[in-house]
């Protein structure tokens, strides 16, 4: 009999991509007291790669507790976080429209990584897996960026766009993991959950 999956995540993409591989799960969200977004904030000198495992182990072991908090059904849960980096750069979430739209101008005409992390806790055992892709965007007329901002896109997403949204007519090449990018990379993930026993699709 297949553990129950626990998905530590807010994401509703997250969500839909497990749903795309058969992998039923139910959502670990986190409690009102918990801060979040807290788990997100960059080290000094911290690196793109090191910085996202770091913050999705945090993310995991937060779910452990708060799964045995709970008091739920043992089983399998799922942390998973993106980072989008230029260079060495970090750029996370913006904080308003002004840094969302210098996040995308220095996007404009130039190859960034996007970066995501998975971890999970299958009893005793720690699994996790880091794909890394890179995008490459066309040149982005300030008319495209303003529109998009204004739109609410930008927020509440690593490096400002989301590759599902209108702003993919303006990437122009992909090297990688397109699920990973939008937040859950399905080859690695798929490999942790049948690892763990989970069942899915195929």
Not at 56 to 73: D, E, P, S, Y
């Amino acid at each position: 009999m297949t553990p129950p999956l626990y998905l530590a995540s807010q994401s509703p993409r997250r969500s839909q991509l497990l749903g795309q591989i058969g992998a039923a799960h139910t959502l670990l969200l986190p409690d009102a007291a918990e801060d979040a977004e807290a788990l997100e904030a960059v080290m000094p000198g911290e690196l793109p790669a090191a910085y996202v495992q770091r913050v999705t182990a945090l993310k995991l072991r937060a779910a452990v507790a708060r799964h045995a908090r709970r008091g739920l059904a043992p089983g399998v849960i799922l942390a998973s976080d993106t980072t989008v980096a230029l260079g060495r750069r970090i750029l996370g979430k913006p904080a308003d429209a002004a840094e969302a739209a210098a996040t995308l101008q220095a996007l404009s005409g130039r190859t960034h990584r996007v970066l995501t992390a998975v971890a999970l806790q299958a009893g005793r055992r720690r699994l996790q897996a880091l794909q890394v892709s890179r995008v490459r965007f066309a040149v982005l007329p300030p008319a495209v960026v303003a529109a998009y901002v204004a739109g609410g896109e930008p927020f509440g997403k690593a490096g400002s766009y989301a590759i599902q949204s209108a702003l993919a007519g303006w990437i122009a090449h992909i090297e990688g993991s397109h699920s990973g990018i939008m937040g859950l990379p399905l080859f690695e993930t798929a490999q942790l959950l049948r690892r763990a026993g989970v069942a899915l699709t195929l």
